[in-house]
Nanobody
Framework: QVQLVESGGGLVQAGGSLRLSCAAS?????????MGWFRQAPGKEREFVAT????????YYADSVKGRFTISRDNAKNRVYLQMNSLKPEDTAVYLC???????????????WGQGTQVTVSS
């Protein structure tokens, strides 16, 4: 079992930056898991944002955020991060982190989810 808690969301103007953090706890070693970030806007499907493998050596991004967002992890601190730069109004959503057995873009691959943190980008 893994418990995930996101933080770092908020209101920011277009062009600004935010850094999201996801803290993991539980019996299973954090470094066993690949981690992902997803987002969900009102009335829309949950969509993939970024994913990172257990060591941090492999990452993958959605085309919509590539070059603007960076996913990273600190296994010693049981945390995964999402640095978001050059934010756009269309990035507004609840951002959720997830843990799973392998790096993947499909939400169905992930076994554990946090509650999410709201990111709002004003124009």
């Amino acid at each position: 079992q893994v418990q995930l808690v996101e933080s770092g969301g908020g209101l920011v103007q277009a062009g600004g930056s935010l850094r999201l953090s996801c803290a993991a706890s539980g019996r299973t070693t954090f470094s066993y898991y690949a981690m992902g970030w997803f987002r969900q806007a009102p009335g829309k499907e949950r969509e993939f944002v970024a994913t990172i493998n257990w060591s941090g050596g492999s990452t993958y991004y959605a085309d919509s955020v590539k070059g603007r967002f960076t996913i990273s992890r600190d296994n010693a601190k049981n945390r995964v991060y999402l640095q978001m730069n050059s934010l756009k109004p269309e990035d507004t959503a609840v951002y959720l982190c997830a843990a799973g057995p392998a790096i993947a873009t499909s939400r169905y691959t992930y076994d554990y989810w946090g509650q999410g943190t709201q990111v709002t980008v004003s124009s």
